[in-house]
């Protein structure tokens, strides 16, 4: 199993910008996915952005030129760069762990998950 701990949400006015983080450790596989979901109150969790242990990323449609998904040098940290925020961002943001680089953007295909960060974004 992955743990995996966010950090970084908060309360930001529209137009800001905030960086997520998400550490993990525990038993790590060389290939990979993880990523990033958000999931506001009364919504289903919707993938946000992805990125695999090869380096591909994936980017939500209402996220594309606006945020970026990236990892540290030692590989076991992951970054959501959120910019140009918007109140509709308002969610509560999870990180998510797969054990496989074959891309899916349904929350059941992945293994681990984080207990995710407030996102705040006002008006």
């Known amino acids: 199993q992955v743990q995996l701990v966010e950090s970084g949400g908060g309360l930001v006015q529209a137009g800001g910008s905030l960086r997520l983080s998400c550490a993990t450790s525990g038993r790590t596989s060389s290939m990979y996915t993880m990523g990033w979901f958000h999931q506001a109150p009364g919504k289903q969790r919707e993938l946000v952005a992805a990125?695999?242990?090869?380096?591909?990323?994936y980017y939500g449609d209402s996220v594309k030129g606006r945020f970026t998904i990236s990892r540290g040098n030692a590989q076991n940290t992951v970054y959501l760069q959120m910019n140009s925020l918007k109140p509709e961002d308002t969610a509560v943001y999870y990180c998510a762990y797969k054990r496989s680089i074959l891309f899916a953007d349904v929350p059941s295909a992945y293994d681990d998950w984080g207990r995710g960060t407030q996102v705040t974004v006002s008006p």
């Open positions: 990125i695999t242990s090869g380096g591909r990323t």
